[in-house]
T-cell receptor, first 110, second 114 residues
Framework: DGGITQSPKYLFRKEGQNVTLSCEQN?????MYWYRQDPGQGLRLIYY???????QKGDIAEGYSVSREKKESFPLTVTSAQKNPTAFYLC?????????FGDGTRLSIL | AQSVTQPDIHITVSEGASLELRCNYS??????LFWYVQSPGQGLQLLLK??????LVQGIKGFEAEFKRSQSSFNLRKPSVHWSDAAEYFC????????????FGTGTSLTVIP
């Protein structure tokens, strides 16, 4: 079945470490997005990519980095510069203006 | 700047009662509007969308929403709520003049009392 796969479902990070969250889609969508979700704050856009080898910062890009080397993949790296990384991270892809979401990755700090 | 407001943080209804969740948006052109539902620890599932045409749209699970341009609103309704409807609900708008970004409201948490 077509869809968006985020892995892992749960991720733990030690202080000072970078971690990478995976997002893969087999929907042949051009656009992909990363959102951060915190209680009471809804979804906030971290980065988005409209096409391979191109991406733009969203509203809260500081402390994060992304790459888009393949259409199917849009990994998010949470760097040590992100001081409060504990959150639920959602990846999405879209075509014809309709976003589809993965099941999310919950990142926690040890 | 585009924005989406969901004024109700939390709503409690009795099973079988009707439901209306409010959503207001700020956007210059005709927006693309969405309602999503999220169960704990899960991703977002699309309930319904409005792109153009009939302003009353039907979605899955018996939900409907009405686009009112004059009020900049896109409220979600259900005539009779089931216990399984308890979840977090998000309204979203798509912007065509900022790289097709999607803007989300802060969500409304729905509790259903038996």
């Amino acid at each position: 079945d077509g869809g968006i796969t985020q892995s892992p479902k749960y991720l733990f990070r030690k202080e000072g470490q970078n971690v990478t969250l995976s997002c893969e889609q087999n929907l042949n969508h051009d656009a992909m997005y990363w959102y951060r979700q915190d209680p009471g704050q809804g979804l906030r856009l971290i980065y988005y990519s409209q096409i391979v080898n191109d991406f733009q910062k969203g509203d809260i890009a500081e402390g994060y980095s992304v790459s888009r080397e393949k259409k199917e993949s849009f990994p998010l790296t949470v760097t040590s510069a992100q001081k409060n990384p504990t959150a639920f991270y959602l990846c999405a892809s879209s075509t014809a203006g309709l976003p589809h979401f993965g099941d999310g990755t919950r990142l926690s700090i040890l | 700047a585009q924005s989406v407001t969901q004024p109700d943080i939390h709503i409690t209804v009795s099973e079988g009662a009707s439901l209306e969740l409010r959503c207001n948006y700020s956007y210059g052109a005709t927006p693309y509007l969405f309602w999503y539902v999220q169960s704990p620890g899960q991703g977002l599932q699309l309930l319904l969308k409005y792109f153009s045409g009939d302003t009353l749209v039907q979605g899955i699970k018996g939900f409907e929403a009405e686009f009112k341009r004059s009020q900049s609103s896109f409220n979600l309704r259900k005539p009779s709520v089931h216990w399984s409807d308890a979840a977090e609900y998000f309204c979203a708008v798509r912007s065509s003049n900022t790289g097709n970004q999607f803007y989300f409201g802060t969500g409304t948490s729905l509790t259903v009392i038996p």
